[in-house]
C-alpha cells in the first residue's frame, strides 16, 4: 500500500509535510515528489498515466494559488485523489486554492479537505487504505480511540 504526496512547489512542502507525518504514523509508504501543474506539465502527465502502474494507491496533491494539479492528476488517473488546498504567498486568503479543487466538473472528483488540511489528507487517504486492510483498520480505530481518550481526559482536568 503506497500513497503518493504531490505539490506544485517546494513552498508547499511545510503544509504537505503533515500528510507525510500521518502516513509514517500509520506506517503507510509514501513517495513524495515536486510536480508543478504549470512549469512541469510532462512530468504532471507521466506522473498521472502511471502511477497506479506504479504501485500507488491513492494520491494527495496539494496546492496554491490558481491550484490546478489535484484537478489535473484527478483527469488522468485512474486512482483517487485528495486534494489539499495551499494558501501561497500569490493567494487570495486561500480561496483560490480551495474552489480551484472543490469546483471539479461531473466525472473528475477530487475529495477535498481545508486549506492547509494536509493531516486530514493523510487520515483520509489511510483510511481508504483501510477499507481494504484490516491491519490498517485497527490502527486507525486505535487512532481515533486515541483522539477520544484525549477529549475526555482534557474535560476531566476542567472539574
Do not use: C
Not at 503506497?2 to 506544485?8: H, I, L, N, T
Not at 485528495?82 to 477530487?110: A, E
Amino acid at each position: 500500500m503506497k500513497v503518493a504526496v504531490v505539490m506544485g512547489s517546494i513552498s508547499d512542502m511545510p503544509v504537505m509535510q503533515q500528510a507525510i507525518d500521518i502516513l509514517k504514523e500509520f506506517g503507510v509508504e509514501t513517495h513524495v515528489d515536486i510536480v508543478s501543474a504549470h512549469r512541469t506539465p510532462e512530468k504532471l502527465v507521466d506522473f498521472s498515466n502511471n502511477a497506479h502502474k506504479n504501485g500507488i494507491n491513492v494520491i494527495i496533491a496539494g496546492a496554491g494559488g490558481a491550484a490546478h494539479l489535484p484537478g489535473m492528476v484527478a483527469s488522468m488517473s485512474p486512482l483517487p485523489v485528495i486534494g489539499v488546498p495551499v494558501k501561497s504567498s500569490n493567494s487570495i486568503d486561500g480561496w483560490d486554492s480551495v474552489l480551484s479543487i472543490l469546483q471539479m466538473p461531473g466525472g473528475v472528483p477530487v475529495a477535498t479537505v481545508a486549506l492547509n488540511g494536509a493531516k486530514n489528507a493523510g487520515l483520509l487517504a489511510v483510511q481508504i487504505l483501510a477499507s481494504q486492510n484490516a491491519e490498517l483498520l485497527q490502527k486507525m480505530i486505535d487512532y481515533k480511540l486515541g483522539l477520544k481518550e484525549a477529549v475526555l481526559k482534557a474535560a476531566e482536568g476542567l472539574k
